[in-house]
């Protein structure tokens, strides 16, 4: 299968901006043997999927409510980010956990509405940076599997270590190869032979400059790119590291 390089616009840009990038992204996707996503706010969703169309580029979402529809002011439902063009959505994100109180099992609520609305969901998983000083990084990502993630579990998981993001510092090949590898021992003891197909990303300060060395591990299936993906130039240089 294929690497996936996703890019998480997170809250940034105006309608014209996020047009311009999916544009320039779609424009330089032509040869790229990685899979190719990038996730817009909702409210970008319908311009930034008609931007990429006929392009190898997906589009995706942020977030979902877990329920179908209701009254929940503000929110927007997994049907909504489908019909709006998304054919993925990042769930759990630690930005999520911590900004909204996200827990693990409202996660695993809203990725089960994302299946049901024929969204394939990237569940984002990772321990803060107080938990790897006291020695728990594994325990909590094993946690976070087990609450997070239904059964079965069509999508991908996103190693997200929560002290990597956004600070320019990323995880070491070392750390990040032997979290991937734990990811993917509790996948198989969780998921039996499923856990074997389903695609971990690496996600934390990911840049052209890093990509190459972090995209070469084993259990390594692609990443999730926050800052580097609002660049064109540099989000296609990340994709372009990806192994075929
Ligand atoms: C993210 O927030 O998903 C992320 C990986 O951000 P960054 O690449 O900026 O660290």
Not at 20 to 26: M, Q
Not at 63 to 86: F, Y
Not at 118 to 140: F, K, M, N, W, Y
């Amino acid at each position: 299968m294929p690497q996936l390089i996703a890019g998480n616009w997170k809250m940034h840009g105006l309608t014209a901006d996020t047009v311009a990038l999916a544009k320039a992204v779609a424009a330089g996707s032509a040869g790229i043997a990685a899979d190719l996503l990038v996730c817009p706010t909702a409210l970008h969703l319908a311009a930034v999927a008609a931007a990429v169309s006929g392009s190898r580029v997906a589009v995706g979402g942020q977030d979902c409510h877990q329920d179908k529809q209701g009254p929940h002011t503000g929110d927007i439902s997994a049907e909504m980010l489908r019909d709006a063009g998304a054919g993925w959505v990042i769930l759990g994100h630690s930005e999520r956990r911590q900004n909204h109180g996200e827990i693990d099992e409202l996660v695993r609520e809203k990725t089960l509405a994302a299946i049901a609305a024929g969204l394939t969901p990237i569940v984002c998983v990772g321990e803060t940076a107080d938990q790897r000083a006291s020695g728990q990084e594994t325990e909590i990502v094993g946690w976070q599997i087990a609450g997070s993630l239904p059964k079965p579990f069509p999508g991908v998981v996103a190693y997200e270590p929560v002290w990597a993001i956004g600070t320019g510092n990323s995880a070491t090949a070392e750390d990040v190869a032997m979290m991937h590898d734990f990811i993917r021992e509790e996948l198989v003891r969780q998921f039996g032979a499923d856990g074997h197909a389903i695609r971990i990303l690496y996600g934390g300060s990911v840049r052209a400059s890093n990509a190459a060395e972090l995209l070469a591990l084993a259990n390594v299936g692609g990443a999730l790119v926050g800052g580097a993906s609002l660049k064109a130039d540099e989000f296609l240089a990340i994709a372009r590291a990806a192994t075929p």
